[in-house]
């Protein structure tokens, strides 16, 4: 896939953890943490062993949030 075709991490609809580490400026254990304590949160797909973390829910769910 080329850079043309690439969607830009603000359009996705879902981000891997390591793209949500990036946009959301979260540490990578911090948000692993956040993905196994709220499982049942509406923000996660699980893929496999994969987890994929919907971002427009994520934020609303960090909007809720005054530390994490």
Same mark, same amino acid.
């Given at each position: 896939m080329n850079n043309e $075709?690439? &969607?830009q991490i603000q359009n996705k609809f879902? *981000? $891997?953890i %390591?793209?949500?580490v990036i946009y !959301?400026?979260?540490?990578?254990? /911090?948000l692993r943490k956040l993905v196994s304590d709220? *499982? %049942?949160s509406g923000f996660i797909i699980q893929n496999g &062993? /994969? !987890?994929l973390i919907k971002r427009k829910r994520f934020e609303d769910f960090l909007n809720d949030l005054t530390a994490i």
């Open positions: $075709t690439q &969607v879902c *981000l $891997t %390591d793209e949500a !959301f400026n979260i540490g990578e254990k /911090k709220n *499982l %049942d &062993v /994969k !987890f």
